[in-house]
């Protein structure tokens, strides 16, 4: 891993996509300044990290543009940098430089809206609403995504965020389907049939659920996880594509 | 160069789908033996009385012959 080369891509990224990014973190403080004002003055941080979320989800589509046609992608293959150092020059992209630069827009649009109010008389936005308490699995939860996406850009060749989606989709469908089969192995059932309901039926406070210590553990661990496979994979998969 | 990426991806999810099943089961298994879960004929034991025991997907309401409760 040279970090030359790391320093090399990140320039050619910058001096390539400096206007469109600039452009989107424009369109995103816009987006928060008048989403605010419209929202009223005690509005909260949802729709600010929600639209910044949507525009982070997409972002990965767009650093891996190269790879989903011919031409582009031959080029992006054989720039004198290996697939390590594209990867991790892109997970830097997309984990650093990206969010930062989300947050920058976010508060921007924030302090703008505050403004806006203050000079129309109204006494500007309330502010403790504004303080991020999330917690950190909320975050990691972000970042797993992010993976998750960053994976699906080098995997899917045309509409990757769609695609990502779509596949996400079917696999939570699967899961639901394991749901039912795991209580009907169970002799449980979800389906109410009046007397003929099932060997056995929840209880008025059925709540099965492990306890709340070993939860958070295997959601940090989990999360952990998944970030690292995501983009283990994301690096496989770029070195297939090479082949 | 042989492609892995289609195959890790298929056994990851095989292996996350056994985990749930396996560990759902526990659960529930765990949850009937402490008593969260009740049958319907223990639900009926316990209710004797009851014109009627309606059972929904999430709860189940007993209606007495004066009062209706849920629970």
Redesign the interface.
């Known amino acids: 891993m040279n970090t030359k080369n790391i320093a090399n891509l990140l320039k050619s990224y910058f001096i390539e996509n400096w206007k469109t990014d600039l452009f989107q973190f424009g369109i995103l403080a816009a987006i928060v300044l008048f989403g605010t004002i419209m929202n009223g003055r005690g509005g909260n941080l949802n729709f600010p990290i929600m639209v910044s979320l949507i525009f982070l989800m997409i972002y990965p589509e767009r650093l891996f543009r190269n790879l989903h046609s011919n031409s582009p992608k031959i080029h992006y293959l054989s720039i004198p940098a290996s697939n390590g150092e594209k990867v991790v020059t892109n997970m830097l992209l997309a984990n650093i430089y990206y969010i930062v630069g989300l947050v920058i827009s976010c508060v921007l649009g924030l302090v703008l809206a505050h403004l806006y109010l203050k000079v129309r008389g109204y006494d500007g936005l309330c502010l403790h609403n504004f303080m991020f308490d999330g917690n950190g699995a909320g975050i990691l939860m972000i970042f797993a995504s992010l993976a998750v996406f960053f994976f699906g850009s080098i ?1 899917f060749r045309r509409r990757t965020t769609l695609s990502t989606i779509g596949v996400g989709m079917l ?1 939570g469908m ?2 639901s389907v ?2 039912t ?3 009907w ?2 002799g ?1 059932t ?3 049939k ?2 003929a ?14 306890s709340d210590t070993m939860e958070k553990v295997m959601m940090y661990v989990g999360l952990s996880v998944s970030i690292i ?1 995501f983009y283990a ?1 994301s690096f ?2 770029l ?2 594509t090479e ?1 | ?1 042989k ?3 289609n195959k ?2 298929l056994i ?2 095989i292996i996350i ?1 056994v985990l ?2 396996v560990i ?2 526990v ?6 033996h402490k ?6 004929e223990e ?1 009926q034991e316990m209710h004797k009385d009851a014109e009627k025991i309606i ?6 309401v007993v209606v007495d012959k004066e009062t209706e409760s849920e ?1």
């Not at chain 1, 309901?197 to 492990?210: A, E, M, N, R």
């Not at chain 2, 659960?27 to 009937?32: G, L, P, S, V, W």
């Open positions: 995997y696999i699967i899961f394991l749901v089969l795991t209580l192995l169970n449980l979800l389906i109410p009046d007397a309901f099932g060997d056995y039926i929840w209880s008025f406070d059925s709540s099965i659920s492990i496979y994979l496989l998969r070195k297939e082949a | 160069m492609k892995y990426t890790i991806l990851t999810l789908a749930f099943v759902g089961t659960e529930i298994r765990k949850a009937y008593g969260e879960i009740k049958t319907l639900i059972v929904y997907t999430d709860s189940v629970e």
